[in-house]
């Protein structure tokens, strides 16, 4: 049981450098947590889902990172928290508060559901607002 503890702790740890990361705007940073197959699934209806499932971290940051800065003024993640779970799995809830290019801005609640193996992020799977994300970008 320590063991299962030790490790979903650990797993936790991992999650917290990616969003640590992405605050610094560390693009190789946040890229370096990841397995090289990491499969990253857009919320469904996400106009980023396009691309779902994203292979690699270097599908990731074209289908998903790259349109972001390309779209946005301004994209920041607020109110992480960071919640252990069992089998390789670490919950995140936080929410989005952006301003595209066209000057629309919103503050989204979010979840991404992480999963963690052998000390590297193995998938992702978002889960938000998409209808406020669609206004926001095609407004």
Known sequence: MEDIIRQSAENKAIVN???QAFAKGDVPGVLDTMDPQIVWNEAEGNDYAKGNPYVGPEAVLNGV????LQDHEY?????????EMLHDKVLATL??????KKGNAYNAQVAHLWTV???KITGFQQYV???????????
Not at 65 to 68: D, H, L, Q, S
Not at 95 to 100: F, I, N, S
């Open 17 to 19: 450098s990616l969003y």
């Open 65 to 68: 990172f790259g349109p972001i």
């Open 75 to 83: 994209f920041n993640l607020q109110n992480i928290e960071l919640h």
């Open 95 to 100: 929410r989005y508060d952006a301003k595209t």
């Open 117 to 119: 193996k052998n000390g």
């Open 129 to 139: 607002d998409t209808r406020k994300l669609h206004d926001a970008m095609n407004a």
